[in-house]
């Protein structure tokens, strides 16, 4: 059996774990990531690098002194979406631009040639990609911008900790909004359409291979194998995905966050509404494309920590078991992905006068509802654009853990939901593979779906439904 040490960093928080060839986590630290408001800009932020080696480093030590028989025979990472680390030319990382930062947002409407932008790219020229974020800081603060020799996902950017070595994965790269699709390189016209510097983007490399070996320094620190590597990960959406088992002309979704629905294609797709966004997937060896409620696991963890902080989740779960009506319909998913449409207006709404009946766990119900009816309502416009009609739904991430959820989610759809086993920890389990696959491990076999939920008729989620479709329509002003 082999090791490896797993970095995994999402927005609001990072993790490391320490975990063996079977997906068995031997170990988890969890840091909360802490960012910085930049008053240069209406809504900018930025975090620093250092700060946040120093805590994974840290924690990666820990984890191996309370291990001490484990030898660790690989690194790897997954990193959120659309955030990058800045390096200088003295090998620094000075700067990092999270996902969360929107510096670029002034300045999109001099950038020319959306409409082929979104044709090379996949994605709609908005401030959430990392060239419009380049762009705001040239804007800016220009001396940042010339600073920069090297531009990294958060994921390459471990690799590079840890190697010394720079590159970026195609995953990662496709959120930059420099990298065409369809030809699986740089592109040298959007960095033009952006007015960026191609020089300071790295190679391309592939998910799954070796960036390097382990660096002296760390290999003798945390008493790794001789021959430790770090095996490249990539976008954490997509690691997760890994963990699905998807294949062309599957779809699945990951329940966190936010929900993204993913159908993965043999054939890059383009639809010249714009309604999807189309993604690389790991090795850029197919294609995902992508819809997205929005933030949606969010506003149910924000509920439950308000409402309902003194009931346990499996109570809750028991209790929605038991309804049979419903007191009120919820709106706080963010996106009408399919209209590029963000929904400004959200909240609960029910019939005056207030239900003498209705409580708080009815609220919280609402939302688990709104996630389930938001997420399928994308369901089903990919499935209309892409085809991908057969088969379960697959499930992965954190969300899931809700069998609430699972349920509402296959009852309105239609379909089976499958959760394979480590559902919860997709992506570390998705970066399990990746190690196991280069250095030809093969794990324990183990029974690979830990759930299926079949669809039912006639339930409650029927009913609410056309309900919570009307409320949120009418909230937002959205025209059928």
Known sequence: M????MVDLGTGNSRVALVDSDGGILG???????YHRDSAYEDGQYFLPEDWAALLLQGCRELCREHPDVQVNAVSAAGARQSFVLLDGNGRAFLGLPNIDNRGRAYMAQVPEHDEIYRLSGKWATEDFGAAKLLGLRMQHPEQYEAVESVLSLSEWIAWIFTGRKVME???ACESQLYDIGQRSWS????????LRPEFLPPLQAAGTAVGPILDTYRRELGMAKDAVFVLGGADTQIALLQTGIRPGGIAVVSGTTSPVVAELEQLFYDPAQRVWTDAGLGAESYQVEMNPGVTGLNYQRVKDRLCADIPYERLEEIYREKTSFACTASFSSLLFYQRRSLRRGGFFMRAPLDAEADRTDLAWAVLADIACSTHEQLQHLVELTGNEGGPILGCGGGFQSEALCQMLSDLSGRELRLRAGFRQATVQGLVTLCNDYLGEVPAKRDSALKTYHPRT????????????????RANDIKA
């Open 2 to 5: 082999k090791h490896y040490l």
């Open 170 to 172: 195609y995953t990662q």
């Open 28 to 34: 988890l630290r969890t840091y909360t990531n802490v």
């Open 458 to 473: 006639g339930q409650l989620i029927h009913q609410y439904a056309p309900a919570w479709r009307e409320a949120r329509d």
């Open 188 to 195: 040298q016209t959007l960095c033009s359409f952006y007015g």
